[in-house]
């Protein structure tokens, strides 16, 4: 980690700087308390500086709200076409969480937040960081992260298909939207005729679809990832179903070793850079993750067997990739599309005719692709 200097009392300070997205360490610090207004610290931040803020918890909270509604001032313009507002979304948001973190909070050696009327943030921060040894500076939005990260590790995600739930950690995808799950849980399964199957699920995140696998009597799956946060999330979810004893997680990987009946993967669905861990579920650079998948896939499905591509259509709504492009690479990779189960998001945003992409989202439509081995 880089360390961070600056002075406070008279006296030259340090420590290291964290940030979980990569964040480059601010080259300038300043330390500000209640007195500093939002216009002040807006003004700032947009100029680079960082502010360590040392005032009251949750007058802190409230610096950052009013400096959020600061930014939102300037919304991103319609663009000529959906492709473009796209664009300039993103890159108002990457603005946005740029100037938002640069209001950082000092962790102790112990992870705890010194500041008036701060909660008790150790747990949550162990969960993330592991253990600590020495202080370090981190944005409050990634504090404000980390602790809604946790309600959401405690309450958990209720699956219907599972009759159960699913308990996501930070930086792992929560499955909310739950018409790919119902998808995975309804579609059947190929008659390769070789009895109890087996099944890959690629970039299993919080270990979903493998335990709906499970649930539906496949009779071993193995379940892979190239996040250890990601590993760790399943491997906790998969144990507390009470389903280790069909289920293997392994990597970071995206193809295990060996052969399956049925190849199971819901790759991101947006061809674009993430800039977080959390966005590593929504955004696929240069459509990676899906290539790999239908590069891959022939060589480890046995005779008979499919591979089940699950994948919104948003991105040809958006103009990021268009039909024509998700056949031929299904073609080049050698495969031919036996079957295609849809269905419509039922997840807010797609009801928002304010969002500057709703003509996208209303028209939005999720499939699982049944695809086989060209003969």
Same mark, same amino acid.
């Given at each position: 980690m880089s360390t961070m200097t600056w002075t406070e009392a008279d006296t030259v300070r340090s420590a290291p700087w964290h940030s979980e997205s990569a964040t480059p360490v601010p080259t300038r610090i300043m330390v500000a308390d209640d007195r500093m207004t939002a216009e002040t610290a807006y003004r700032l931040a947009c100029e680079g500086t960082a502010l360590l803020w040392r005032g009251d918890y949750h007058n802190g909270r409230q610096l950052l709200k009013a400096m959020s509604r600061r930014v939102d001032r300037k919304a991103p313009g319609p663009g000529n076409s959906l492709a473009e507002a796209f664009r300039l979304q993103r890159r108002a948001r990457n603005h946005r969480a740029r100037v938002l973190g640069k209001l950082l909070v000092q962790l102790e050696d112990d992870h705890a937040l010194a500041l008036r009327r701060a909660p008790d943030v150790r747990k949550a921060c162990d969960d993330v960081y592991g253990p600590s040894h020495e202080p370090m500076l981190i944005a409050l939005t990634e504090l404000l992260g980390v602790l809604g990260a946790a309600q959401w590790r405690e309450k958990g995600v209720r699956i219907p298909s599972l009759d159960a739930s699913i308990y996501p950690h930070y930086g792992v995808f929560s499955p909310i939207r739950g018409e790919y799950i119902d998808l995975v849980a309804r579609t059947p399964f190929p008659t390769s005729g070789r009895g109890s199957h087996t099944a890959f699920d690629l970039g299993t995140g919080t270990g979903v679809l493998a335990a709906v696998l499970a649930r539906r009597g496949v009779g071993h799956i193995v379940a892979t990832d190239d996040s250890p946060r990601a590993l760790a999330c399943a491997r906790e979810n998969i144990d507390r179903l009470g389903l280790s004893g069909s289920v293997d997680i392994? *990597?970071? +990987? &995206? $193809?295990? %070793?060996?052969?399956? @009946?049925?190849?199971?993967?819901?790759?991101?669905w947006l061809p674009a850079r993430p800039t977080s861990a959390i966005e590593h579920g929504v955004y696929d650079q240069d459509s990676g993750m899906l290539r790999? $998948?239908? +590069?891959?896939? +022939?060589?480890?499905? %046995?005779?008979? *067997? %499919?591979? !089940?591509?699950?994948?919104? @259509? =948003?991105?040809?709504? =958006?103009?990021?990739? #268009?039909?024509?492009? =998700?056949? +031929?690479? $299904?073609?080049?990779? *050698?495969?031919?599309?036996?079957?295609?189960? @849809? /269905? #419509?998001?039922?997840?807010?945003?797609?009801?928002?005719?304010?969002?500057?992409?709703? /003509?996208?989202?209303?028209?939005?439509?999720?499939?699982? !692709?049944? &695809?086989?081995?060209?003969?």
């Open positions: 392994v *990597g970071p +990987a &995206l $193809f295990p %070793e060996g052969r399956a @009946d049925l190849i199971v993967c819901n790759p991101p790999g $998948f239908l +590069a891959g896939l +022939a060589a480890h499905l %046995e005779p008979g *067997g %499919e591979g !089940w591509l699950v994948l919104s @259509d =948003l991105a040809e709504h =958006l103009g990021l990739r #268009s039909r024509a492009d =998700l056949l +031929a690479m $299904f073609d080049s990779a *050698g495969l031919r599309v036996i079957d295609k189960a @849809d /269905t #419509s998001p039922r997840h807010p945003r797609a009801q928002d005719a304010t969002d500057p992409l709703h /003509t996208a989202r209303a028209a939005e439509v999720t499939s699982l !692709w049944r &695809l086989a081995v060209a003969q």
